[in-house]
């Protein structure tokens, strides 16, 4: 890389990220609901449909979700987690936001790379997204430094091509499992249960289970990405132990 007299080198920074959201509701609210659709008196044809949306899909939505755990680690440093019940999400989202600005000033041609499953399909969208709602910068610095300034390495994205590029199936478990990594055994719903319940040790111990993507990186960075083979005895692996389960979610967890 060339260097201008003067000028000072930084290397890239790479940032591992992932989030936890949930439907921006009240914890009785959220109960009452969930327990009008168990009983099958809230539904997709109710009257009030809004509310079982917002109960069942509000976390997949920015307008109808919050970021409950931004869960960050900054090269080889410590892994970093922000919760918002303890200091709001709006808190929560201007850190991060000075994040991603700090580490992108005076980088000159070496642009932050941020790592993470399904990162361009959900993560960067609904971060950048609540940050406008919520007035965290003007949208302009927003898009800058949080859309348009850094690279994305995108594990879904980059697996594609090794599955018909065909997204399907492509969990963050499968790809785990891939590589040899530990897998959740949970998917990422439960995990808005915890939330309203107030079992926040719950949610941590799952994201520090989840957090698996600085040893992935590490791994095809170091021996390269797996066969096409490997990935599709992943996704049947995948399918076996969760045949009786309904894989949605943002990610398909």
Known sequence: ?????????????????????????????YAEAT?????????????????????ARGALKYTQGRVSL?????????????CEWEDGERVILRRLYMVLQDLQRNRGD???????HNILGFDIHFLYNRMRMLD?????????????????V???????PLNGMSAMGLKHDVLAHAYGLPTKDISGGGE???????????????SRNEFVYPQ??????????????RLAESIQWYKRIHSDDDAGGRDGA
């Open 110 to 116: 070496d642009p932050l790379r941020i790592i993470g």
């Open 216 to 229: 992935m990186f590490r791994r095809i960075m170091e021996g390269g990405m797996v066969s096409g083979e």
């Open 192 to 206: 808005i249960e915890h939330y309203f319940r107030g079992e926040y040790d719950k949610i941590l111990e799952y």
């Open 70 to 82: 931004i869960t960050y680690q900054i090269d080889r440093a410590p892994t970093r987690r922000l």
């Open 154 to 160: 995108d594990f879904l994205q980059i697996h594609l």
């Open 1 to 29: 890389m060339f260097i201008a007299a003067g000028m000072e080198w930084h290397a890239m920074s790479d940032l591992f990220l992932d989030i936890e959201t949930v439907p921006d509701m009240e914890a009785a609210e």
């Open 35 to 55: 327990r009008r659709i168990k009983e099958g008196g809230l539904g997709p044809g109710s009257p009030d449909s809004d509310l079982y949306w917002r109960c």
């Open 136 to 152: 965290i910068a003007e949208e302009k610095w927003l898009h800058h430094w949080v859309i348009n300034g850094p690279m994305a």
